[in-house]
């Protein structure tokens, strides 16, 4: 008789309880889902950057073969971060002769990449691209867009703002 007093229906209790659990689920997923959407989005201030990155010792060939795919987007762990180099620029690369003097390497060259971005404006400017941080001197940053890809450059400025 117990067995009998426990069915309501079709459904015993614990169908009942089971019933309650996935709805109550449900209308969670439900109200994040639709905060999420309809809350206005926050405006964030965004400060313009404009660094220099520096390749030193390249095959001279790179440097039309850059200019070709310019401008071109920023990316980092294969997708693409915001912000794009704008611009490359050549200087001569020099090695030391055999006499202790400094000539011109006509096979190498210094490429100097200009880049820009987005950061939020915050009192304290950290502009990161992708998970690489952005500042004068670091030498081991990895300038990698949609076409090209250099290592262990130097970023020799930085420029917040216009």
């Not at 109200?31 to 520096?54: C, H, I, N, P, W």
């Not at 880049?115 to 950290?126: F, L």
């Amino acid at each position: 008789m117990e067995q009998k007093a426990k069915h309501i229906g079709k459904f015993n209790i614990i169908d009942i309880i089971a019933v309650i659990l996935i709805l109550a689920v449900l209308a969670l997923v439900g109200a994040k889902l639709l905060s999420r959407g309809s809350g206005e989005s926050v405006q964030r201030d965004m400060t313009k950057v404009t660094y220099t990155v520096r390749a030193e010792g390249v095959p001279a060939e790179l440097y039309e073969n850059c200019k070709a795919h310019l401008p071109s987007p920023l990316m980092a762990s294969g997708a693409l971060v915001g912000g794009e180099i704008v611009a490359v620029e050549q200087t001569p690369y020099y090695v030391l002769d055999a006499g202790g003097n400094w000539v011109e390497d006509a096979a190498h060259t210094t490429l100097l990449f200009t880049v820009v971005t987005e950061t939020p404006t915050a009192e304290v400017m950290t502009t990161k691209v992708g998970e690489q941080e952005v500042r004068i001197g670091k030498t081991d940053y990895i300038l990698k867009s949609e076409f090209i890809e250099f290592q262990d450059v130097t970023i020799v400025d930085v420029v917040w703002g216009e």
